[in-house]
């Protein structure tokens, strides 16, 4: 290559291992006398003198002598000029002079690479276009010098493309290359002119990206799996790829163009997907309005394109609830069948609905009349205990919510009242007041009949013996037994607007005397310093009655009397006791006319299981307390005193 260094072999090895190399010529052609000489009469060939033409090497030959490989002769720097063949002749001490040939060619790489585009004529640098669609690029690739003349290569995205050769000038060739018309498939391109004409030198090279006008390809408002939500501030962003340059991208509302300041315009990394993000908050109002993304290259104005969002916004649950149309709320009475409607507006659709009276949450129970489907509960054969607060609650992804209660009001005829009084002792020419009070809806407005039943007769109770209904709402009859057949039973009948009682309250006049003593009386939760004794009561005789105890620890012959005490009901629990000590429990019935006989039971405690206690030698123990807690498992449920001695 021109401008390196050539190097000219030479076989010096002498014929004869004795023999030795005195003189070294080189000729080159045309060149009578030699260029360069190497002198090895009085030296060894590695360090013989050198001499050389001044005309023609100018001091640039050296010379590198062996023998057991050839000779060097390097010309550095070397020209066109230097190109020829060159006759080396070995002198030997005795042998014949050796001569032999080389042909040296001198290659001469190209001086430089231009390429330029056929619409601007100017060279090319690092990227060229823009291009649109449609258009067909046409380059020059002009090269200069090179000897031989060099090939030109054109290369697409690293692929080996041709391209037509051109001669015009001495010196000088060009190449041309026409692309087939663009595709938005072709970008991004890259395109390299090349040249070379051997193999050892680096080729001249230039590429360039040629850059294209592209229209946006698509434009997409990404929303996400979760509508946005009403009253809340979200983002909308708006995807716009494959438009070049970077595009414009504008938003509307109902066609209305937005205010830009409420959306920024971002990058992606490669360029080809530009991303918009509008900030929005809204809402019920705002309910399939359109919101519109418009994309259009700047440079490509003829290309716009959009996408469109119906705009469905998410939002809790508002609830209402309704009674059936044919139902009449003031007009339920016992044994209709009630139905209401919950009427839920919910985005997303509520995931839940719940039915809830006073509070407390209701199931379906076709067992129990209740009827759950869909958004309806139908209470079938309602009674009175179904009065009260009705409200349905629904709930979404967004919130839950409930609606207003209705109140179902059960009309139904009276019934008795718990807890009445209903059996009375009464003395002849006693008088006695009985009390009939009733539960009723409505309560007001109410009507009574009272009706006397004995063994002979039923009559009706004339109303000067009683108040038709007391400011409390009951009614009270003044009765006065005079004659045997006057005892029996008071039937008591009350109707309202919703009917006649179908039950009547039955009160029981009896002659009075002293209570029935207690029966069938029991032991239970049995240890060794408490036990429960729970007893039926007797007969009341008419009159309300207590129940006497007299407890005596029978540690002697007659007795200590350890518990006296009047108690409602016939149940004792009786504790802290003695251990292992004899007991005697006296119980009668009394009422205001007497008592009854006693019932005598007798129960011992146990006797304490013995313990044993460790006791460390050197160290004293101090009093150890047992405590003992008696929860009777079987004690009827009703009020009973619980006595500590």
Known sequence: LANSTAELPCDTAPPDRHDEVILVLWFRENVGTPIFSADAREVALSQAGVWFDEDILKKRATFRGRLSEPSILAIGNISLTDQSVYRCRVDFREAKSRNSRINLTVIEPPKSLTVTAEFSQQRVSTVVGPFRIGDRPKFTCTVEGGLPIPVITWRRNRVTVTGQMETSEPDRIRSTLLLPPLKRSDWPMTLSCSASNSERGRPLEQSFDVDMELPPLSVSIVVGERNPAVGKPFSLPCHVSGSRPIPKITWWRNDVLLDPSAHNQTLSINGSVAVSVLDLSLDKTEMNSRITCRAVNPYLDSTVMEDTWNVNLSYPPN??????????AEGIKAGDDVYFDCHVDARPPANRIEWRRDGIKLVHNTSANVIITNQSLVLQNVGRSMAGNISCHASNVEGQAESQSIFLDVKYAPVCKPGLTRYFGVSRAENVEIV???????????????????SAETIEVPRSRY???????????????????????????ATNAA????EPCVFHILTAGPPEPVFNCTVSNHSSDAFLIACQPGFHGGLPQNFSLHFFEESNSSGRLVIHQIFAEPIFLLSSLKTNMRYKASIASINAKGKSDDVIVEI???????????VKPGKSTGPITFSYFFLPSLIPTKNFFILFY
């Open 604 to 614: 011992s405690t146990q006797k304490e299981p013995e313990r044993q206690l460790e």
């Open 436 to 454: 009939c009070q009733v539960e009723a809806n409505p309560s007001t407005e109410l009507g009574y009949k009272w009706f006397f039943n004995n």
């Open 499 to 502: 009917g006649s009682q179908n």
């Open 467 to 493: 108040n038709n209904s007391s400011p409390s709402g009951a009614s009270i009859l003044t009765y006065k037994p005079l004659a045997s057949l006057d005892y029996g039973t008071l039937l008591c009948f």
């Open 319 to 328: 609830v209402s609830l309704a009674m059936g149309r044919s139902l009449n």
